[in-house]
């Protein structure tokens, strides 16, 4: 996968893939290495704030969701790096879709996207398997490092890898328009 490693990974490896590593971690855990907390927790601590459901709008993020999905296919082949990153997009989109069906919303801001990954991880587990959760957690850090590449850390992404990452958005996007389906 990619040439840059998220934490732990060897030169030369799959460390920039999808795949969690092995053993996978036994408790959920951000990238700084804390528990998940709650819901509550996330309210308390700024990470998420109160918001009116509108299933409207839930409906417009998963069609954005859908497109930024059939816009990374397109990109695969010629920008990998904008293919992973477009997918990437479509999982976020089905995460606040998610969120807004529950009322809530991740707060806008440095950590935005830290939080919406703690937030899937304790709301979301009944509806993405942990492997996927686990997957989420790694993307973001691979879409970061692609967003925002380093001298000393390039990103090299090959198709494989903005294929891992649709196959993700694609499941998140079912496995939210399911939920949301069941609260009708």
């Known amino acids: 996968m990619p040439e840059s490693t998220p934490k732990g990974g060897a030169p030369g490896s799959d460390r920039g893939s999808l795949v969690p590593p092995e053993p996978a971690r036994a408790r959920h855990a951000t990238s700084s290495g804390r528990g998940v907390g ?18 409207r709008h839930q409906r417009s993020l998963l069609n954005l ?28 989109h089905c995460v606040d879709a ?56 390039p990103l090299h992404l090959l198709p494989a890898d903005a294929q891992q990452m649709l196959g993700l958005a694609v499941t998140f996007q079912k496995a939210v328009s399911n939920y949301l389906k069941g609260l009708s």
């Open 65 to 92: 969701a859908g497109e930024n999905i059939a816009g990374a296919q397109r990109a695969i082949e010629v920008s990998p790096s904008l293919a992973l990153t477009g997918a990437y997009d479509a999982v976020r």
């Open 98 to 153: 998610h969120l807004n069906a529950n009322g809530l919303r991740a707060k806008s801001g440095d950590g935005s996207h830290r939080s919406r990954v703690e937030y899937a991880r304790v709301a979301m587990s009944g509806i993405v398997s942990e492997v996927d959760l686990e997957k989420y957690q790694i993307a973001r850090q691979v879409r970061h490092e692609a967003e925002y590449p380093s001298p000393e850390r």
């Open 38 to 55: 709650s819901i509550e927790e996330m309210l308390v601590t700024a990470k998420l704030e109160r918001a009116r459901p509108d299933p």
